[in-house]
């Protein structure tokens, strides 16, 4: 279930892959937003670093150019971009990609500023995508979104379970965390760390570094 399609794959390591797409793409074919107004000053201080996932994370490839909205849902029927115009109204952005070598796994952060009054509304063209495209048929199965938890950190947020359920394969499951302050939106996709109480402290530590932006 990316957010990409295969195609833009080629930016992530082998193991997004055994996450079905489901995380983030940090270099699409086509870019979304971006501008003049802050550049990447405006949103790298929002980055994580490796340690505020835990474990054995290491960070890896930091891109700014071509970050797609991280909530675009191509292989959904009902996904339609124009239906999502927030994605346009996008200023900056900024993607950091996190890898552990054992379990292999990867993670995505892409943080956003967007236009004045556009960040609330960001959210809730996210809210739209989950109800658009809360299940459908890709990857050779069945991917879903869950809504767990909102507004739990910094001015708004968005906690959300992925899956893809598979005849011959157990399911995967991925976590996103969206958070709002202010103009900024940060978006991070992870693996299943083991429960949902671990994906809350890192949506804890998150917040925390979007305070510090």
Request: some cysteine; hydrophobic content about 45%.
């Amino acid at each position: 279930m990316p957010i990409t399609r295969v195609r833009a794959v080629s930016t992530l390591v082998v193991t997004l892959l055994a996450l079905a797409g489901m995380i983030l793409s940090a270099c699409a074919d086509r870019p979304s937003g971006g501008g003049p107004a802050g550049g990447r000053a405006a949103v790298e201080p929002a980055l994580l670093g490796a340690d505020a996932l835990g474990g054995d994370w290491t960070a890896g490839t930091t891109s700014a150019d071509g970050t797609r909205w991280p909530w675009a849902q191509e292989d959904c029927p009902a996904y339609r971009d124009a239906d999502f115009p927030a994605q346009r109204h996008r200023r900056d952005s900024v993607a950091r990609q996190y890898l552990r070598a054992s379990p292999r796994a990867a993670a995505l952060q892409v943080v956003e500023a967007y236009e004045p009054d556009w960040a609330g509304r960001a959210l809730e063209d996210v809210r739209r995508v989950l109800e658009a495209c809360g299940s459908y048929p890709a990857y050779g199965g069945q991917v879903s979104f869950s809504l767990l938890d909102s507004d739990f950190a910094g001015d708004a947020a968005l906690l959300v379970r992925g899956r893809i359920v598979t005849a011959d394969a157990p399911a995967t499951v991925s976590y996103f965390v969206v958070v709002r302050r202010g103009s900024l939106v940060s978006t991070l996709n992870l693996p299943d760390p083991g429960g949902e109480s671990g994906v809350r402290a890192v949506a804890a530590r998150l917040a925390e570094q979007l305070d510090r932006a």
